[in-house]
Structure formats: structure tokens, C-alpha cells
């Protein structure tokens, strides 16, 4: 009779969630739903102008640069889609995991593809012993970077408030803004510095630190909510616009700083407020030591050996 019943339960329990996931995907948002595909399309195509870079040739810059403003091009998609959803208060389960989707192909696998591309073609990692271990750590570094990134987009699924409003900031640095430091990057050293060898040996370590960010609880402000939404003193407009100006005078410099300097300026707030906050637990333990325990000589007297 309990295996019936079992039975039984079981078959309800499918048929609701049959009849749930029939719920979900039998009416979509149209517009918000392919502006969050053309998020994906931005990125597949960042990989194919990547791997069709050539090797020792003029048009490999613009093939590369070209793949990182793809990425930036995913990065408005993905922030227009979710506002035209609100605006239309068509929000769903769909479009999220949708967007995730997307979201891992453009934020996760074009920027880490597009990283390894770039120092195959710099290198040519190729032959001796060096070069192997060398290729082998821009690997583990690419690999982690897209795990890293899918993690954090699996965390945010099951953590989402769906109301934006209510989002001030992120645990975690957001994929697109990982993925922002990466390409920004590239774009910086094949418009900026294309002879240069630096940036290109630092990307598989900012790689791997934008990723471990991705998955920390490093607070991150909400740019648009935190800075943009609702009133503010006229100076403050002007200063947004005298900022834009010098974004639009430094192109890729400014786009790189802009960033780095959001990935690693709360991270380095949050290494030091760990490290403040020790410092005052200790003094605070000390404080309440009594003085014997803080100075033992203190009790039995000074001993001055002769």
C-alpha cells in the first residue's frame, strides 16, 4: 500500500513539474530574448575572428582587436536585454537561464579563447621545454578562468532577487566586468602597444585572479543602480560627462583602467578592511590581557644578570 502510494506520489510529483516546465516555456518575451541571443552571437563571433587570426601578419592586430570589441558589443546586449525585460515587466526563469547561457559563451569561453589565440600567435608556443610549460600554464589558466566563470553564473541563478532594484551590489566580481579586464587588454596592446610583451605574459594571471574573484563574496557595486539611478546634484552630471570625455580622449587606455580598476579596487578595499579589522581584534585582545600576562617581569621584578 506505501509502494502504491509512493508510486503514485511520484507520478503527481512529475506530472507537476511537467506541467510547470510547460508553464515556463510556452510564452517568451520576444525582443528581450533575441537581444540576449545576439549577446551569444557577439561572442561566437569574437572566437571565430580570434581563431582566423594569422601569425607574423599586419591584419592579426585588427583580427584580435576586433574579437575584444565583439565582447564589449556582448557586454551592451546583455545589459539592454535585462533592462528591456524590466521596462516590459517580462522578467522570467526562461530569459535567465537564457542569459546565462549566453552569458558563458561571450564572458567565459570568448575571453579565455581569445587570451590562449593571442599568446599561441605572440609565441608561437611551439618545441623546447619552456615553451611547453609555458603553454601548459596559459592553459590551466583558461580553464579555470571558464569554470570560474560558469560557477559564478550558476551561484547568481540560484541567488537572484529577480527585483533590480534591490541589487547594489554583486558577491563576486560579474562576469562581464572579468571578462572586461581580459579583453580590454588585448584591445589595449594590439591598438596601444602591439610590440610590447608585458601585457601579453600578464593576461594568463589576471586570467586566473578574475577568475578566483568571479567566485568570491567580495562585494561589487552595481554601477548603474549605485551611481546612475535616481537623483543626483547637477555637479554630479557634470562631472559624469567631463568622465566620458576623457573615456572617448584615451579610448583603449581609459576602457583598460576603467576595468581594472573596478576588479581590483574592491578587492584591495576588502584585503584592507580584513587586515584593519585584525589589527584591532589583536589590540583589542592585548587591551584585555592583564598587565602581568602583557609583562611577566612586571610581577616577579626586573632581573638583571651580572
Known amino acids: 500500500m506505501n509502494g502504491h502510494h509512493s508510486i503514485m506520489g ?41 581563431a582566423k587570426a594569422p601569425n ?20 551592451f546586449a546583455d545589459m539592454l536585454d535585462g533592462r528591456l525585460a524590466r521596462m516590459s515587466q517580462s522578467t522570467s526563469s526562461f530569459g535567465g537561464q537564457l542569459d546565462s547561457l549566453c552569458d558563458l559563451v561571450s564572458f567565459g569561453v570568448a575571453p579565455a579563447f581569445l587570451m590562449l589565440k593571442l599568446i599561441e600567435s605572440e609565441f608561437a608556443l611551439t ?4 615553451s611547453n610549460i609555458l603553454h601548459r600554464f596559459v592553459w590551466l589558466a583558461a580553464v579555470v578562468y571558464i569554470s570560474c566563470a560558469a560557477i559564478r553564473l ?53 586570467a586566473l585572479a578574475t577568475g578566483i574573484l568571479m567566485v ?11 551611481y546612475l539611478r ?3 546634484p547637477f555637479d554630479y552630471l557634470i562631472r559624469v560627462l567631463l568622465f566620458l570625455g576623457l573615456v572617448v580622449v584615451l579610448k583603449q587606455t581609459a576602457i583598460f583602467l576603467i576595468f581594472t580598476v573596478y576588479a581590483g579596487g574592491s578587492a584591495l578595499k576588502w584585503i584592507y578592511f580584513k587586515v584593519t579589522k585584525q589589527k584591532s581584534q589583536l589590540a583589542s585582545a592585548t587591551a584585555a590581557l592583564p598587565a602581568s600576562a602583557v609583562n611577566p617581569s612586571s610581577q616577579y621584578g626586573t632581573h638583571n644578570p651580572q
Not at 511537467?18 to 510564452?27: E, I, L, M
Not at 618545441?127 to 619552456?130: S, T
Not at 563576486?172 to 596601444?192: D, W
Open 230 to 232: 535616481g537623483k543626483q
Open 10 to 50: 511520484r507520478k503527481g510529483r512529475g506530472r507537476l513539474f511537467r506541467r510547470v516546465h510547460r508553464q515556463r516555456v510556452k510564452y517568451i518575451t520576444v525582443l528581450p530574448s533575441l537581444i540576449t541571443i545576439l549577446n551569444g552571437v557577439f561572442g561566437f563571433t569574437a572566437i571565430v575572428y580570434a
Open 127 to 130: 618545441g623546447d621545454l619552456h
Open 216 to 226: 568570491s563574496r567580495i562585494r561589487y557595486p552595481h554601477i548603474v543602480n549605485v
Open 154 to 206: 550558476a551561484r547568481f541563478n540560484v541567488e537572484n532577487d529577480e527585483n533590480e532594484a534591490a541589487h547594489m551590489s554583486f558577491a563576486g566580481l560579474p562576469s562581464p566586468a572579468a571578462a572586461g579586464v581580459l579583453v580590454s587588454m588585448v584591445i589595449f596592446h594590439e591598438e596601444e602597444l602591439p610590440g610590447a610583451t608585458l601585457p601579453v605574459y600578464a593576461l594568463p594571471f589576471f
Open 56 to 75: 607574423g601578419d599586419a591584419a592579426r592586430v585588427s583580427h584580435f582587436a576586433i574579437a575584444g570589441y565583439m565582447v564589449l558589443m556582448a557586454m
